[in-house]
């Protein structure tokens, strides 16, 4: 079988995408070899397959995607029922229950005071910021210069009381079951055994 | 000479991980439709934006058609890929707002010459050098959509689903319907169309400036 140019034109695509019958395939490989146009032809087309066929050429507009996602979310209806918001649900109950156990737990850990000799604090402000040392059992307004732990936590009043600590009787000696006895802070510092000797760490 | 390039395979669904996202949003769990449709968000977008020539009317009509895949998701039928399927419904949406957007534009002439007509080819540079890095150069991807922008529409929708997004002959006249001596034709003269508008930039003047790979020819 003999091909000229023309037919080379016409059956390029064809020849291409690889739908030529193999004896006009080998026609045309023959004829090709021979032609500059012709190659180029075909060079050509086969570039510009390749070149479109490339998922590089359409770049999305920024924001595409999160456009996109939102419109079908307007569009979804509300699910009822599914497997899933079962689940969500059921999550949502166990984080409930836990959170009240562990709220009651703690409710247990404050009347297990850190010292059973010191004195709860009464009227603290729960929400007076302080500063407590793990090891420790009182707690602090920062500053107290009786703090002498150098690793300590700031926590609202009432969460240190919630862990057992007690007020500092130096600088919270306002707010000491004492002080409603109007007991002056040095006596009942001496009574405790306490004055120049008390750190955060104690 | 060279081995051919192969049409794509048809799969029942890309993969198994699709197929399980399919199975889940039929058993209701339609929230995952967006994990289905993201991997095609290019090709719906090149496919409304090869039709419309337009960024905001291509995002518009690509978010319309994977709306309407989502609410007709139980007509998919999964002997068909998902990919076609979605593609098909973002050509038809592309489709509708030309004509309705534009119901007076006229065919450029050259869509109405004889589809018979043989197609001579006008430049002849030689054009041998594989441009695989060029795509990653902004004004190179400009210059092939300018291109396909130029072609008429029937040629333009035709190698938009053939060459762009990849679909057979097949269906590719299904999605068009049209038929399949129709989409030969007239993908034939769209590919020698463009080899003539981009030819001479390819094998001359850009290449100057280009830095292709050489003797790297896949097909």
Redesign the interface.
């Known amino acids: 079988m003999v091909v000229g140019c ?1 037919d080379v ?2 059956e ?9 019958d193999p004896s006009l ?1 080998v026609a045309m ?1 023959a004829h ?2 021979g032609c ?2 012709c190659r ?22 920024v924001g ?2 999160q ?3 939102a ?3 307007e ?3 509300r ?1 009822r029922g ?3 918001g079962w689940m969500v649900a059921f999550a949502a109950a166990v984080l409930a229950v836990g959170t009240f156990a562990i709220a009651n737990s703690a409710a247990v850990v404050q009347s297990a005071l850190r010292s059973p000799h010191a004195q709860p604090g009464v009227h603290v402000p729960p929400e007076m910021m302080v500063v407590v040392a793990d090891g420790g059992k009182t707690f602090h307004v920062q500053g107290c210069r009786f703090i002498h732990d150098k690793t300590v936590r700031s926590m609202p009043a009432e969460q240190a009381m919630k862990e057992g600590y007690t007020p500092c009787i130096r600088c919270m000696k306002k707010y000491l079951n004492a002080t409603a006895l109007w007991i002056p802070a040095p006596v009942l510092l001496d009574a405790h055994g306490l004055r120049g000797n008390h750190s955060a760490g104690e | ?2 081995p ?4 794509s395979p048809v799969h029942p669904v890309e993969n198994e991980a699709e197929a399980t996202l399919i199975r889940r949003i039929r058993n ?4 995952l ?2 994990e289905l ?2 991997p095609y ?3 719906v ?2 496919a409304t ?1 090869a039709i419309l020539r337009n ?1 905001a009317d291509a ?1 518009d009509a ?2 319309e058609a ?2 309407k895949a ?2 007709n998701f139980r007509q998919f039928r999964e002997e068909a890929r998902f990919s076609t399927w979605l593609i098909q419904i973002a050509v038809n949406e592309a489709r509708m707002r030309r004509r309705r957007e534009h119901p007076d534009v006229m065919e450029p002439l050259a869509d109405q010459r004889d589809e018979d007509g ?4 006008r430049d ?5 050098e ?2 695989s890095e ?3 150069r902004k004004e190179v ?1 400009e210059k ?2 300018e291109a ?1 922008a130029t072609l008429g529409e029937k040629y333009r929708e035709v ?1 938009v689903l053939r ?2 997004q ?1 679909l057979s ?1 097949d269906e590719t006249a299904k999605a068009l319907g049209i038929s399949i001596a129709s989409v ?1 034709t007239r ?2 003269r769209a ?2 169309m ?2 003539d508008l ?2 001479p930039g ?2 001359g003047s850009w290449t100057s400036r280009l830095s292709f790979q050489k003797g790297n ?3």
């Open positions: 023309e034109w016409r390029v695509s064809n020849y291409v995408d690889g739908e030529l395939r490989d090709i070899a500059r146009k180029a032809v075909l060079e050509g087309t086969g570039n510009i397959v390749e070149l479109y066929g490339d998922e590089r050429l359409y770049e999305l507009p595409f995607s456009r996109m996602r419109r079908l979310e569009n979804m209806p699910q599914t497997a899933w | 000479m060279m051919a390039r192969t049409s209701g769990e339609r929230e439709f967006y449709v993201k968000e290019r090709r977008y090149a934006y960024e995002e690509a978010q994977v709306l989502f609410k043989s197609y001579v080819p002849f540079a030689d054009w041998r594989i441009p060029t795509l990653e991807r092939l959509i396909l190698f060459d762009v990849q002959i030969k993908l034939l590919r020698l463009l080899r981009l030819a390819f094998g020819k896949p097909w």
